[in-house]
Nanobody
Framework: QVQLVESGGGSVQAGGSLRLSCAAS????????MGWFRQAPGKEREFVAA????????YYADSVKGRFTISRDNTENTVYLQMNSLKPEGTAVYYC?????????????WGQGTQVTVSS
């Protein structure tokens, strides 16, 4: 089992910045990749960004490229999401998730989510 705890959400005006953190505990040796997802009210959950633990390869949704940066601290088993130039459509619950297999794209473990609200 891997436990995930997100923090750093809050309210910000459009154009502002927030930094989310996700601390992993438990069987952290099994982590292959960590990612961020978000779910806006009335919409399906969508991928935001991910980072591979072994070599820090990063992946981003087109909607956040150039504005969001995902990074990780392996010594602390923590992943960060720096969000700049936030837009009102970025209002959502942001979830941290872990993928343990290199052969499956499924994310096995999820955090409880942190609310991000961007006002215009």
């Amino acid at each position: 089992q891997v436990q995930l705890v997100e923090s750093g959400g809050g309210s910000v005006q459009a154009g502002g910045s927030l930094r989310l953190s996700c601390a992993a505990s438990g069987r952290t040796f099994s982590i292959y990749q960590m990612g961020w997802f978000r779910q806006a009210p009335g919409k399906e959950r969508e991928f935001v960004a991910a980072i591979r633990k072994t070599d820090s390869t990063t992946y981003y949704a087109d909607s956040v490229k150039g504005r969001f940066t995902i990074s990780r601290d392996n010594t602390e088993n923590t992943v960060y999401l720096q969000m700049n130039s936030l837009k009102p459509e970025g209002t959502a619950v942001y979830y941290c998730a872990v993928r343990t297999s290199r052969f499956s794209t499924e994310y096995n473990y999820w955090g409880q989510g942190t609310q991000v609200t961007v006002s215009s």
